[in-house]
């Protein structure tokens, strides 16, 4: 036999201003299944929603530490979406890196971080500098 | 390290600066000691910073004698110093005939303690001298002006140094002892002083220091008077300062607006008894208070205009069962010969200062020889005032010369990068974030250092090559940063 | 002293500063001058290194530097002129402008200027927050600047005030920098960030937000060392025995912005205290001729994308000035927020050209309209499923439909 749990849980849709208060049915057994969405009123919501409940896709922005450069950390991002649940292996992998000047808006700085499907890049130009005065 | 001096003062607040300063005139070797780590941190900075007249004491007392001779010695003392003075005026303003009654007993208090100018005036002539002020009569005290508290002390302070005072910063006192000739002083750094003369200036803390020699007859009340400061947008609303007649048995003079000599407004002080003499918190019952009395007063007020609130302790003798006020305390004690004590200055210590430093000069002088210094220098190097007070062509001057004029950190108070490095370099070697806004009045303004702050962490890093744990903002327990991201 | 002319100059050089220069040589200005306090283009967008940004405009979401950079590209580009590191410290009603920079200071002539300078955050001193003084309080926005431009961590243990989306960024951030973020207090019954962001920021790691809940005193004579914070009643007063200790080292204030308008008040402005900024009229003008303004200095929008395209705007119509095309008129429509509104603007307008008008709403509401009427008549209604304070609300009116209109009020039924 099957042991599961029907839960409801309410979300607001961040795709649109609108902001749908959904309301969903879920199944919480070995695998959690959305029986129901309602509150939507376009079809991106439930879509949105379901991934939302099963398993959330983020973007992380963060800095990784330069040297060499006219700032001490050039600011990154995932170039796309990763599981919520990679976010603290993909900071580690962050924050264990140190990159060289220059570097460039949108250079590739870590491939695909802790087995995930992204890559980390850079969204600013850090200049090199000659005088490096610490930090 | 055991140190022997001719003069140890404790105590680094506008009374042992203003002594020192004086004491630095002969050739006597003297160490300030402060528990800070800058001078001027307790009610020193923390006041209305006015030049009191001299009507409200008594004839014959010290605050009377040395509130009257301190104004009339702050005009120069303020040239030599460069700081500015402004001989604003005040109106004490009567609403009703008992008001009235209390006036002219203050003038004539007043000219008994030779206030200088006094004038009793009807509607008409208080109109002139301050447009809309309320009130049915006034006494005009021409002689009562505003002052950068702090700037003084400092400069008081900066100008001893120059003279060879040396300022011990963030040497708390912990014990003191009298051996057969000399007192022995010994602070929380496990250093020792010994000198033949000892002065008391330790204000808020005074009695303490008397108990470290088993002087136990007296006691301070401190007596918290909380402060708001308004945006400079409403600089130039009062062109001299408007106080209630004063009511009987108060602490204080009553909640007023002060203009400050940096284009600021403060409205307070509120009066309270509390436990401690390091309490400087702000309360919302009584910031809430002195927002209705400001807006009573000042009608142009917006609630944008509050940028900023302080409070400020009063150094009180009487219990608050018993309130009022006492005379200062100066005494050179016949127990313990060489020490020279000073209790309960509390208003209008400022204004008194320079003359206490007069009259404690005369009682040291009874204990070591006061030999005129050859080379003694009255004068503070640099000009009054900051660079955006001045004309736009001596600006384009200065910055020709120094491209750090040119550079303006604090965007709020258009303080340059030049008077930041300034205050960084002073000369009593604070390095305190604090230090820096007391000299500079950089993150004073209405951004109160959101935009300046971060700048001034990055000179620090760049050109000073501080690390993250280096900023403190004004004492060793009040680090700025936990460390670095990466 | 050096005395210089410029056709136009753009006081500013963040989102706004940026996004008006580059319209401005669009609409064929030739002498545009751009003058930025700052060493870098970008304002604060270069310490927002979150994503976010550009949804509207380009369609996908950027961070703030990359933003930055699409303009700040751009600008370079079209060839415009900048001088960087230069601070305007004061401007009169007839737009000359006192400049202060390392390489001198400087008198300008301009004969059109664009306001561009942005707001900056409210502090602990502007709420006249309670207590002591430590360190360790800190607006958000200069914790970010702390933490994403000069790789300094300011506290191990942080409380935030105010559910601002600054706010809400940096509680994310101090977290996934390993910082504990204890709560979010904010005193109104709402939150005023968007909702993806308290998903996003705040429910992602756990972090409570406490609704109608204030910080009401700080602790700590040297660092800070917590907060005690109380529920509000409908009066934002606190109630009595609801006070809690949170032992916390830093606090981070998101408690509002207000725009930045002292050279603005300097150069005696008109004002309108709802918005903190200038009166405006449909062409972005101020009451002085030849001055326009947008961006956060005009009001404080939600998203950069609006602050670009009212920038674009102020560009083509300093243009128009310039060119002759625009004249300060006798007499105006005025703009009135009615029932429901917190603020409108422009606050008035000519009638001679078609128009967007900018508001926020007082409170949130769902399935209302928004509607411009001259009196009864009904001259535009727009359709909200959601309204929010926090999130600003555009509707376009047609200048064919405003008839002898005198007077508009908008309004949300």
Redesign the interface.
Known sequence: MRECKMTEKE??C?IC????ELKALIEEGSQTVVRKISGA?CEKGPAWAEQELIN?M??????I?VDGGD???V?V?TDAAIP?KS?SNV?KAIKSIKVKAPVK?GDVLIREPAGTSCNIIA???VNEVFDDSG? | MMKKCDVIIIGAGVVGNAIARELSRYEVSIAVLEKELDVAMGASSRNSGVLHSGIHYKPGTLRARLSVQGNAMMKDLCSDLKIKIEYIGKLTVAQDEDGIETLHSLKEQGEANNVPGLEILDQEQMQQIQPGVGGIKALYSPSTGIICPYGLSIALAENAAANGVEFYLGHGVTNISKNSREFVVNTAQGEEFEAPVLINSAGLFSDRVCEMLGIDEYRIYPCRGEY??LDK?LKGTLSTLVYPAPRKGGAGLGIHLTNTVDGNILIGPSSEYVDEP?D?????EI?TQL?KEGHELLPEL?T?D?????SGLRAKQNPPEVGGYKDFIIESRDDFPGFINLVGIESPGLTSAPAIGLMAKEMVGRFVDLKDKDRFVSERPGSVGFF?ELP??K??D???KN??????IC??E?ITKKEILDAIQNPLRNSTINGIKYRSRAMMG??????C??RI??IL?QEFGYK?EDY??????????????? | ??NIKHDLVVIGGGPAGLAAAISARRNGCRDVLLIE?AKTYGGIL?QC???GFGLHRFGE???G??YA?LYIDEFKAQRLEAML?T?V?SMDSGRNL?V????????IEAGAVILSMGC??R????I?L???????IY?A??AQ????????????QAVIMGSGDIGLIMARRMT??GAKVESVFEILPYASG???N???CLN?YDIPLHLSTSV???HG???LTGVTVAEVNEGLMPVPGTERYVPC?TLLLSVGL?PEN?LS?GANVVME?RT?GAQVDDTLMTSLPGVFSCGNVLHVHDLVDHVSEEAELAGRFAVEYLDGGIQPRESYIQIEPGEGVRYVLPQKVSGARDFTLSLRVAAPSRNQSVWVKDSEKKLARKKM??L?PA?MVRIKVKANKLGSAKRLCVSVK
Do not use: W
């Open positions: 979300l607001i961040v201003p609108n902001g749908c009123l959330p983020r973007t992380i922005a963060s800095s530490i700032y001490p950390l600011s991002r919520l976010i900071m808006v969204t600013r130009h930090i | 708001l400061v947008r390091d400087f918190a702000s309360t919302s910031m927002k917006s944008t509050f940028i900023r609130s302080f955006h736009e062509e600006k384009a200065l910055v020709a491209p750090d004029y040119g550079e303006v965007r709020c258009q209405r951004c109160q250092g959101g935009f702050l971060p962490v990055e890093k993250p403190l903002l004004q004492s060793k327990g009040s680090p700025l940063f936990s460390g670095r991201v990466r | 002293m050096q306090r270069n290194i979150h994503d979401t950027l961070t530097p990359e950079q590191g601070i410290l006192y202060s920079s390392r390489n001198g200071f400087k008198k900056r955050e502090t602990a001193g502007a006249s309670p207590g002591t003084r430590p360190a360790g607006t926005g200069a600047n702390f933490i994403n431009l000069q790789n300094i961590m300011v506290g191990k996934l920098e968007l909702p993806r308290i998903q996003q992602d009401i005193n700080l004579k040297e660092r080292d207000i002292e008040r205290s903190g499923l959601r929010h999130e």
